[in-house]
């Protein structure tokens, strides 16, 4: 089965997510990637301390509802079959077009080259909803505040 074919993310183990919820309140439900190798990948770059940044396109924040991260904010980051895995607190927040994203945040992202993250990003944002060098950018910053598992 390919990774377009796979099935969405699992709801989390609400017993889980209840403690969890209580320990931080006003946290957010996140996940990273759109497949379970990507989501993979990326998380395990989070744990091993290479990816410290992410991005998204600010038309899904908007068309979702979902609310944008401030600084301060934590995520109970959830893997592919919506296990709770890590706590992220972001750090900073920017809004930028896809072609002003500075090398150095792209690095920080733990994906490889600046020219590995132009191509890894627009793969992953031309399978979800389009790609262009104007589109917006949500930049987040994070840390680490608790691994889970």
């Known amino acids: 089965m390919s990774a377009e074919q796979e ?3 699992k709801a989390a183990d609400p017993a889980a997510m209840v403690a969890l919820r209580r320990r ?12 379970r190798p990507l989501s993979d ?10 990816k410290t940044a992410t991005c998204f396109a600010l038309r899904d924040i908007e068309a979702s509802g979902e609310p944008m991260p401030v600084v301060g904010r934590r995520d109970i980051v959830i893997d592919w079959d919506g296990r709770p895995v890590l706590v992220t607190e972001t ?4 809004r930028l077009r ?7 945040f792209a690095l920080a992202e733990g994906e490889g080259t600046f020219r590995d ?13 389009g790609w262009s060098e104007g589109m917006w950018l949500g930049c987040e910053r994070f840390r680490v505040v608790e691994i889970l598992s």
């Open 7 to 9: 099935d969405p993310p």
């Open 24 to 35: 931080y309140p006003g946290a957010e439900i996140s996940e990273f990637g759109d497949s």
């Open 41 to 50: 990948e990326l998380i395990g770059l989070i744990l091993s301390g290479r």
């Open 91 to 94: 750090t900073e927040i920017t």
């Open 98 to 104: 896809f072609r002003d994203v500075p090398e150095d």
């Open 117 to 129: 993250w132009r191509r890894g990003h627009i793969s992953y944002f031309e399978r979800n909803g």
